[in-house]
């Protein structure tokens, strides 16, 4: 796939639509590999499966200019806030709450990505944003919150601050990469930023594998941890930062309703879990919100 041209935004729509609803489905099976790995084996097996897999992304095209030491920069906290501490933060959050706490944390990515956009690079947020950021987040609140109901709890204290430290580390992942991707192909970034990741985890990783029982690791678990690696570190990195080369950070934040929206769909699909009616009617408010980001877009003014 090449880069989307910017009188065509909706191809650049679909990657990053494709790319948060990835990243919703392997948090909420992520469930499942924490049962079976320690939180930092489970990162550095998921950067060292992805680093063989993109070898040959690292190397610089022939019309690529070189890395310059803003780049480097922004590489290395892209990878460290965005990739290593969101896996961090994400994978222990979800061991110790609930994957409806998360559902209620994760929403409120799209309002912290709109927010850190204005502040950090200086983009309006219109009226239609706005309101898309509105229904993003309050749908997929309430559904979290009216499955909440039910349940004993919203887990713990911890594992919730740590959710929100994810949201945080996603928004900024978001806005460092809007400013990566002027400079660096989509193919490129993926690569580098895995091997910062699996450079950062590797002394946590080892520590923890030099104790580990891998001979009791299933078949499906690791077919499992496959699919996780090459999601997490390959597929939805290059597919967010070739949609977002052509779409506003502010607009593309939209998108991250995706991941709460997949979770849930992991859940009901996976799980078993009830799926009512008020549920479906969140879920279509939260999708409301893409509609509303995308809407006559490519009657606007080309996005720069």
């Known amino acids: 796939m090449t880069h989307a041209h910017p009188h065509k935004p909706w191809l650049s729509y679909l990657c990053l639509g ?24 489970l990162a550095w097996l998921r950067f060292g499966i992805a680093a063989i897999a993109m070898a040959g992304w690292v190397k610089r095209a022939p019309n ?16 460290f806030i965005g990739n290593f501490l969101f896996s961090i933060c994400m994978l222990f959050g979800v061991s110790m709450t609930t994957a409806l706490a998360a559902g209620v944390i994760m929403a409120a990515i799209p309002a912290v990505v709109a927010l850190m956009s204005w502040a950090f690079l200086g983009e309006r947020i219109t009226g239609r944003v706005a309101a898309a950021i509105a229904c993003a987040v309050s749908g997929i609140a309430l559904v979290s919150l009216v499955r909440h109901a039910g349940s004993d709890g919203v887990g713990s204290l911890l594992g919730n601050l740590l959710l929100l430290g994810a949201v945080f580390c996603e928004a900024s992942y978001v806005v460092i990469g809007k400013q990566l991707t002027g400079n660096v192909s989509a193919k490129r970034i993926s690569a580098l930023v895995n091997l910062w990741g699996l450079a950062l985890v590797t002394p946590f990783g080892v520590w923890q594998a030099l104790g580990f029982g891998f001979a009791a690791v299933t078949g499906a678990t690791w077919a499992l941890l496959l699919f996780y690696s090459l999601a997490a570190s390959m597929v939805t990195v290059w597919l967010w930062m070739t949609g977002l080369k052509h779409v506003p950070a502010s607009s593309a934040g939209i998108f991250t309703v995706l991941l709460p929206v997949s979770a849930g769909a992991v859940g009901v699909v996976v799980l078993g879990e009830r799926f009512s009616g008020v549920q479906q009617a969140a879920f279509a408010l939260a999708l409301t919100g893409v509609v509303l980001a995308t809407w006559r877009a490519d009657r606007a003014a080309p996005i720069q």
């Open 18 to 41: 494709a790319a948060m609803s990835l990243v919703g489905s392997y948090v909420g099976l992520s469930k499942l590999l924490v049962l079976a790995f320690p939180v930092f084996l």
């Open 64 to 79: 690529e200019a070189r890395l310059s030491p803003r780049d480097r920069k922004l590489l290395f906290f892209e990878s």
